[in-house]
């Protein structure tokens, strides 16, 4: 069986490699091709485009990576039709994955979107139909992501959510010990990163033991981090930049400063009190507010605060993203022992409601049952 695979995120990924060593497992037969990077060629896939670096979230975020990550699309689409893959894998990347689940659909080829469009929870009941309907197997990855493609007529499953079998360290805490997680895309490394690192240095004056820690996701993150804290007027002593070790680095530290993302969602089952911040462009801000009117489908922005219907963690958006609040935030945090308790045990219900380990293995034979 030849299975090829697209994922064109970091995170995709990391998600691609789990799900390529668990279907080996199962049939060691397979050959992997595809869209990934450096996680999912360890895994074993033949890696034919990398456009990781190409990630974004907004609209004018995305316009210079625009043609590039279309021309890919276009060399993709040569590539399904010269390998003829038994089944196409999607793995996030909504811009790039939804034209080709389309693609796939119409020249005859098997497509399971495995981190499908989050189109049920920011996007619109249309958005949720047409991603039910291009795809021929969806595998959510949350409960009530499932319950709106199944109502979206899809061919869905669930099996609880990858990240209760990723997520794991067991490196001891370090205290005193700050994380920043600035995240993996370059626009969020240019513009979130420097006021992470002002508000770590507005806490430094405050809590004048506290430590710096930064993990980097791959070695072109790391050289940016580097290249950003260098260039900073903060002095670098107190900051350690770890390459690939990202939930030991999280693991080890009483707080963690997080980009909007999975990232605030991987702190919380490592059980690490975590605050949230993102700044968009306005267009993409004025668009997500005024025209997708996001704020009046949810109330919250990152997900351990949607799953639980609550407020755990502190969320900081555009204007609020600055500095000062960031850093009052966490003091207030590393200073309050009860605040602290009461997160982490928000941290148990959240990972209750995940569902329970093993869904990698469980969404490997799906695929491969759909797959025949």
Not at 78 to 94: A, F, M, T, Y
Not at 137 to 163: C, D, R, S, T, W
Not at 251 to 273: F, K, Q, R, W
Request: aromatic share 8%.
């Amino acid at each position: 069986m030849k299975i090829m695979i697209s994922a064109g995120e970091v995170s995709g990924d990391v998600h691609g490699s789990y799900l390529v060593k668990e279907l080996k497992k199962l049939r060691p037969d397979i050959s992997f091709f595809g869209v990934g990077s450096d996680r999912l060629a360890a895994a074993g896939m033949e890696i034919r485009f990398d456009i990781t670096k190409r990630g974004t979230i907004g609209l004018l975020e995305a316009l210079p990576n625009l043609w590039p990550i279309f021309s890919t699309f276009l060399k993709i689409k040569k590539l399904i039709r010269r390998e003829k893959p038994d089944l196409v894998i999607l793995i996030d990347s909504q811009g790039l994955n939804l034209p080709l689940a389309k693609f796939c659909r119409k020249i005859g080829l098997k497509t399971v979107y495995y981190v499908a469009p989050q189109d049920w929870l920011w996007g619109t009941p249309a958005g949720v139909k047409r991603t039910a309907g291009a795809v021929g197997l969806i595998v959510a990855i949350f409960e009530k992501e499932f319950e709106a493609y199944k109502k979206a007529g899809a061919n869905v499953v669930y099996f609880g959510h990858p990240l209760l079998d990723i997520v794991t360290s067991r490196a001891p805490r370090v205290a005193g010990q700050i994380c920043l997680c600035p995240g993996s895309r370059t626009h969020e490394l240019k513009t979130l990163f420097p006021i992470l690192l002002e508000a770590s240095g507005l806490i430094q004056t405050q809590l004048p033991d506290a430590t710096f820690i930064i993990p980097a996701a791959t070695q072109d993150i790391y050289n940016e981090i580097r290249s950003l804290i260098n260039h900073s007027s903060l002095a670098i002593s107190h900051y350690k930049v770890v390459e690939g070790k990202t939930y030991d680095t999280i693991a080890t530290s009483d707080l963690a400063l997080c980009a909007s993302g999975t990232i605030n969602l991987e702190a919380s089952l490592l059980g690490v009190p975590n605050i949230m911040a993102y700044k968009l462009s306005r267009l993409t801000y004025f668009l997500g507010k005024y025209v997708l009117k996001i704020d009046k489908k949810i109330k919250y922005f990152s997900m351990p605060n949607i799953l639980l219907d609550e407020k755990i963690i502190p969320e900081f958006i555009m204007s609020d993203a600055e500095p000062k609040t960031i850093a009052a935030a966490a003091v207030g945090i590393l200073n309050d022992r009860d605040k602290q308790a009461q997160m982490k045990s928000a941290f148990t219900r959240l990972r209750r409601a995940l569902g329970a380990p093993g869904a990698i293995h469980r969404a490997a034979q799906a695929i491969l049952d759909f797959a025949g």
